[in-house]
């Protein structure tokens, strides 16, 4: 069974991280996003895996052969203009279509796909696709996708309960029959919702309100970092390698100070008060820094004053 995962994008609602910083290089519990998806592929069986890049490649590379070489396989396609899921797919359909079907997960979610329902629900109605859904938050927008019975009739329209698509799927190689021949294309509105309007296809749906992760602004990142620290506290979750619970924080092994309810990175010094925060590798808060609901990013030095709310970067602020 072989895994794709989507890493091509800008990271645009992130920057000035992602100015420097490829969007799924983004750590979160101390994990890089990207790792996240590898992981739950791993647990899966899968070890044969397509990743596509465009924005920042060598990092993406050289994390996951590094991190991940003695585990799995790994085939980049490098787009030099982002494709669309469509066209990213279509570009690797020669290490895809080998096998009657494929996984495919965002890069920048963190989930935990349930990969055996998912092939199950596929296979049982013989669908070009199944997907994972959501009862989308209240008040949060979305594209609503209706399911009805286990499958999914439309895309922004249709009949059954309006849900949110998680970002992940299985796909039959049948899809690549439907695919057009063009460099760039979305899956959704060119070939899903055209197979479901023409009835040629079936899709199905697979409902999932587990843990699950959108990291597209910096108020998701930080709600996201809380939410799996708590459950990395309760013991839900495992803390990451190299890194260890201290009192109600995970900081890496390499870390020193102290920090309430916060994750601290690899090779950071704490010096200040650090609180209901989360810092990346190599920062160092000074004595009288007074750190609170901030997200401080690779390489910062805070120097004494307070910081509340921000995403600081070595060169910028921003409030969140």
């Known amino acids: 069974m072989k895994g ?18 490829p969007k799924p290089m983004v750590p979160l519990l101390n994990r890089p996003l990207i790792a996240w998806a590898v992981e739950s592929f791993l647990e899966a069986g899968v070890r044969d895996l397509v990743v596509n890049l465009h924005h920042l490649p060598e990092p993406l590379e050289r ?12 085939f980049f ?104 021949e063009k460099e760039f294309s979305g899956i959704v509105e060119h070939a899903y919702q055209p197979l479901l309007d023409a009835q040629r296809e079936k ?9 699950w992760f959108d990291i ?30 201290e009192g109600d924080s995970v900081v890496h092994e390499s870390a020193r100070g102290n920090a309430s309810h916060s994750v601290i990175g690899a090779r950071t010094t704490i010096e200040g008060d650090v609180r209901d925060s989360t810092v990346w590798d190599d920062c160092h808060i000074a004595n009288g820094a007074i750190v609170e609901g ?5 390489g910062v030095t805070l120097e004494p004053g307070e910081y509340r709310n921000q995403l600081i970067v070595p060169t910028e602020s921003i409030a969140i």
Not at 294 to 298: K, N
């Open 4 to 21: 794709m995962i989507l890493a091509a994008g800008y990271g645009t609602r992130l920057r000035p991280v992602t100015h420097t910083l």
């Open 63 to 74: 994390y996951l052969s590094d991190a991940y070489g003695d585990r799995a396989s790994f």
């Open 77 to 180: 396609s490098r787009e030099e203009e982002i494709l669309g899921t469509g066209g990213g797919i279509r570009r690797v359909r020669p290490q895809l279509e080998s096998e009657e079907e494929f996984f495919l997960v965002n890069g920048d979610t963190v989930q935990f796909p349930r990969w055996d329902a998912l092939r199950e629900a596929r296979r049982a109605i013989d669908a070009v696709a199944a997907l994972t859904m959501r009862h989308a938050p209240e008040n949060d927008k979305f594209t609503p996708v209706y399911l009805d019975r286990g499958q999914i009739t439309g895309f922004g329209k249709g009949r059954g309960e309006a849900m949110m698509f998680a970002g992940s799927h299985i796909i039959s190689r049948r899809i690549f029959q439907h695919l057009p």
């Open 203 to 211: 899709i199905a749906g697979v409902v999932d309100d587990g843990l």
């Open 216 to 245: 597209g602004t910096p108020q998701r990142y930080l709600s996201a970092s809380r939410e799996l620290l708590d459950e990395t506290l309760r013991g839900a979750l495992a803390p990451v390698p190299q890194s260890r619970i």
């Open 294 to 298: 901030c997200i401080i990013a690779h």
